[in-house]
T-cell receptor, first 114, second 113 residues
Framework: DVKVTQSSRYLVKRTGEKVFLECVQDMDHENMFWYRQDPGLGLRLIYFSYDVKMKEKGDIPEGYSVSREKKERFSLILESASTNQTSMYLC?????????????FGDGTRLSIL | GENVEQHPSTLSVQEGDSAVIKCTYSDSASNYFPWYKQELGKRPQLIIDIRSNVGEKKDQRIAVTLNKTAKHFSLHITETQPEDSAVYFCAPTRTSGTYKYIFGTGTRLKVLA
């Protein structure tokens, strides 16, 4: 069974801090994703990566960056956290032929920026 | 840009009744149509999917129907049970060209005992 693990379930940070959210998957999937989930807005794609060191912007990349140094790990970085980045963050993965394969999600990180 | 809409946004049904959620999309290149279920405090999980060469797929109490001409697909749940209460998301996707990963805004289903 695919396992996608996010490093923290809950995280509280202060405005202006640099924040790292980590995600690891164990199924050798090429594609990895970071989404943000807010009430009434569904899941919105921040960034995705289809290979090591490769990344593509999603719909809402502003204020975020990502890093993929190893195939199994995909990190989301908030360069200077702001209160409007308080949200639930979900990581997901699927195989390279991703267009017709379901995504497998982690449990999410609920991030609060004070 | 591409657009995905789900209706209704909330749905309450009596236990044992049926529920239908509709997803309308604008990208005519979409040809993979999954539905995800997210229970409170848990991760979204795939419950059923369909590919564009098929018009309908059923798995026990759950079915998905696809109308590619009209660009919509629907989730059907029969004999609803309290454990069906959750938020459901559609995510129509193209399988070639530039991938677009767009989820619907979700439908909150409440099954009343």
């Amino acid at each position: 069974d695919v396992k996608v693990t996010q490093s923290s379930r809950y995280l509280v940070k202060r405005t202006g801090e640099k924040v790292f959210l980590e995600c690891v998957q164990d199924m050798d999937h090429e594609n990895m994703f970071w989404y943000r989930q807010d009430p009434g807005l569904g899941l919105r794609l921040i960034y995705f990566s289809y290979d090591v060191k490769m990344k593509e912007k999603g719909d809402i990349p502003e204020g975020y960056s990502v890093s993929r140094e190893k195939k199994e790990r995909f990190s989301l970085i908030l360069e200077s956290a702001s209160t409007n980045q308080t949200s639930m963050y979900l990581c997901a993965s699927n195989p390279l032929s991703g267009g017709n394969q379901p995504q497998h999600f982690g449990d999410g990180t609920r991030l609060s920026i004070l | 840009g591409e657009n995905v809409e789900q209706h209704p946004s909330t749905l309450s049904v009596q236990e044992g009744d049926s529920a239908v959620i509709k997803c309308t999309y604008s990208d005519s290149a979409s040809n993979y149509f999954p539905w995800y279920k997210q229970e409170l405090g848990k991760r979204p999980q795939l419950i059923i999917d369909i590919r564009s060469n098929v018009g309908e797929k059923k798995d026990q109490r759950i079915a998905v129907t696809l109308n590619k001409t009209a660009k919509h697909f629907s989730l059907h749940i029969t004999e609803t049970q309290p454990e069906d209460s959750a938020v459901y998301f559609c995510a129509p996707t193209r399988t070639s060209g530039t991938y677009k990963y767009i989820f619907g805004t979700g439908t909150r289903l409440k099954v009343l005992a």
